[in-house]
């Protein structure tokens, strides 16, 4: 007598990767844009699956504007994945795209993109040279913070009180224009009088962290109009 029950289905899908992928429950990471290096380390160092993530993203996003991609993803951010897909859309003030030769000196952030866009080996030259930039750049940063602080404290305490109280203040002093990319371009949307919203749809973020950003800053947030 031939079996007459189900087959149990043991085929993989094409998604079943994901429940896998080391960024499942570090969604917070992954939301905050200051938390970029963290982010990249999950995927680089930690993920199981980012040969799998990497064909996913690329499948997806193809073709697509800056503003359409967002957060970390196989261990590139948004703009390095934009700029090295040849078939992006683009406009006329977006960053020039990256043109890998093949060729590019290993320990440098060139040849870490291509080994992370065409999912090669990650020499250890490449990640220390990314981890010592990181390094640098933190501490560059920190040594600006410490700066400000110091003259914002010299300033506290030469400056008369200002009829109006501290938001007349606030507004008499120059903005501060941040010290990494992230934070420039958020200065320099926030300029042209863009809002908080405005910013976050331009730049493929949430309008909280658009508003933590420019509250960093220092800067008024702008009304959106009537």
């Known amino acids: 007598m031939a079996y007459a029950g189900s087959v149990p289905d043991t085929r993989r899908l094409s998604h079943d990767w994901m429940a896998d992928a080391a960024c499942t429950n570090s969604h917070a990471v992954f939301d905050d844009p200051d938390r970029e290096h963290e982010a990249r380390t999950i995927c680089v160092v930690r993920c199981p699956v980012r040969s ?36 992006s859309t683009r406009r006329a003030d977006d960053p020039e795209r990256i043109a890998l030769s093949g060729h590019e000196r290993c320990g440098t952030h060139q040849a870490l993109l291509r080994h992370l866009w065409l999912d090669e ?44 109280g501290p938001t007349a203040a606030r507004r008499a002093q120059p903005p501060v224009k ?22 976050a749809r331009r730049m493929a973020l949430s309008t909280p962290q658009v508003q933590r950003v420019r509250e960093r800053l220092g800067l008024l947030a702008h009304k959106r109009p009537a």
């Open 52 to 87: 799998e993530c990497l064909a996913f993203t690329k499948k997806s996003e193809s073709g697509q504007h800056k503003d359409h991609r967002e957060s970390v993803a196989a261990g590139l951010t948004s703009t390095e994945r934009f700029r090295l897909d040849r078939k």
């Open 178 to 199: 941040g010290s990494t990319p992230h934070e420039r371009r958020v200065y320099r949307l926030w300029s042209e009088g863009f809002d908080d919203f405005q910013i």
């Open 121 to 164: 080996p990650i020499d250890p030259k490449c990640w220390t040279g990314k981890l010592m930039r990181d390094r640098d750049m933190r501490g560059l940063v920190s040594q600006r913070e410490t700066a400000r602080t110091r003259l914002a404290s010299e300033d506290a305490a030469t400056q008369q009180p200002t009829p109006g």
